[in-house]
Structure formats: structure tokens, C-alpha cells
T-cell receptor, first 111, second 116 residues
Framework: TQLLEQSPQFLSIQEGENLTVYCNSS?????LQWYRQEPGEGPVLLVT?????EVKKLKRLTFQFGDARKDSSLHITAAQPGDTGLYLC???????????FGQGTTLQVKP | NAGVMQNPRHLVRRRGQEARLRCSPM?????VYWYRQLPEEGLKFMVY????????ESGMPKERFSAEFPKEGPSILRIQQVVRGDSAAYFC??????????????FGAGTRLSVL
């Protein structure tokens, strides 16, 4: 059974602080996607990483895929209250369409 | 360009009734996935369908749950004789491609099922 361990589960920080969310597995994924989900809504795709060691930046968000394609991280610089939400990582395998989701990280950024 | 459309957004059923959840994929997408999100838990894969075919139903409960994606019309997730434990948010996602490394799925807003 493929599992994705996401940490931390909850994070409450002050505006302007930096943070990192981790996603780890013993399995290799062909790609890994990060989503953000607001209460009452569906997950919204932030980024997809495909190549081992790949780094992608989206404004203040930096995503990294591990060299072995088993882990990923999301780093937010100078967090803002608008970053508050649930962040989900999801791994895809090449032989099936299904995504394996992590448990999610609930981020609260206080003004 | 309309996104993935799910309806209804909220559905209330009494124990023993049937629930039907609908999903229209994004235009040009022929692959549909259903996921379930229980309170305080992550999303769990249920089933993957292409037009008129079930490709992977490894996450579907063996009884009471079924899914279809007909040639015409939306994909339907059907839950018969609902029980309180079926209360959850059900999400549909669609993608344009399969069999490639980059499998990007776009999600609908979900249907929140409450069983009384």
C-alpha cells in the first residue's frame, strides 16, 4: 500500500514568518502534485513536479521534488494571512490514474 | 472554459435512501476520478473511469457503491441504502491524459453528503 506522510498536520504562525511542509513516502511516484483547499471547496492545483530534484517557484512558494522521487517539500517565504488554508500533496503512479493523498497541512497565518 | 461541475453541492438523505452524485468533467477531458474525504481525513481514491469503462475501482466499497460514466452525460456515483458512515465530501476530478508521467487532475467543488 502506497502512503504519503505529510507533516506537520497543523501550523499556526505569524505574518512574515517562513515555513516548510513535508511530504514523505517509501514509494516512488512518477509525479507529485500540490493542492490548496479552502473550506467548502475542492482542491485547487498549485503545481506538479515530475523530475527528481526539480524545483518550481510560484511567487513566494517553492516546491521541490526529491532526487529519488519519494518526497517533496513546500516552502513559503514571508507568509501572509491570505496563505491560510489546507495544503495537500498527492502522488501519482505511472500505471494507474489514481492520486495518493497526504493527510494535509492546515496552515493558519495570523496578522 | 468551465471547470469540473458537480451537483448537487449539498445532499441530505435519511438512512436507507439512495444518493446520486453527478460530475461533468472539463471540456475535452475523458477521464474521471472520484475521491471521498471523511471529516478530519485526507482524500481517498474510490474509482477511475473513462467513457463507458471502469478502469480502476480498487477504492470502492464492495457493496452499495457503484459508478458509471456513460457515452453521453455526466459521471454518476451512486450509493444505495446510505448509512451514517457515508456522510462525507465526495470529489470528482478529471484529466485529459492518461498513461503519461504527468497526470494532472482538476477537481470539482464537491458534494457534501449528510446522512440523517
Amino acid at each position: 500500500t502506497q502512503l504519503l506522510e505529510q507533516s506537520p498536520q497543523f501550523l499556526s504562525i505569524q505574518e512574515g514568518e517562513n515555513l516548510t511542509v513535508y511530504c514523505n513516502s517509501s514509494s516512488v511516484f512518477s509525479s507529485l502534485q500540490w493542492y490548496r483547499q479552502e473550506p467548502g471547496e475542492g482542491p485547487v492545483l498549485l503545481v506538479t513536479v515530475v523530475t527528481g530534484g526539480e524545483v518550481k517557484k510560484l511567487k513566494r512558494l517553492t516546491f521541490q521534488f526529491g532526487d529519488a522521487r519519494k518526497d517533496s517539500s513546500l516552502h513559503i517565504t514571508a507568509a501572509q494571512p491570505g496563505d491560510t488554508g489546507l495544503y495537500l500533496c498527492a502522488g501519482a503512479t505511472s500505471n494507474t490514474g489514481k492520486l495518493i493523498f497526504g493527510q494535509g497541512t492546515t496552515l493558519q497565518v495570523k496578522p | 472554459n468551465a471547470g469540473v461541475m458537480q451537483n448537487p453541492r449539498h445532499l441530505v438523505r435519511r438512512r436507507g435512501q439512495e444518493a446520486r452524485l453527478r460530475c461533468s468533467p472539463m471540456k475535452g477531458h475523458s477521464h474521471v476520478y472520484w475521491y471521498r474525504q471523511l471529516p478530519e481525513e485526507g482524500l481517498k481514491f474510490m474509482v477511475y473511469l473513462q467513457k463507458e469503462n471502469i478502469i480502476d475501482e480498487s477504492g470502492m466499497p464492495k457493496e452499495r457503491f457503484s459508478a458509471e460514466f456513460p457515452k453521453e452525460g455526466p459521471s454518476i456515483l451512486r450509493i444505495q441504502q446510505v448509512v451514517r458512515g457515508d456522510s462525507a465530501a465526495y470529489f470528482c476530478a478529471s484529466s485529459p491524459t492518461m498513461g503519461q508521467v504527468k497526470n494532472i487532475q482538476y477537481f470539482g467543488a464537491g458534494t457534501r453528503l449528510s446522512v440523517l
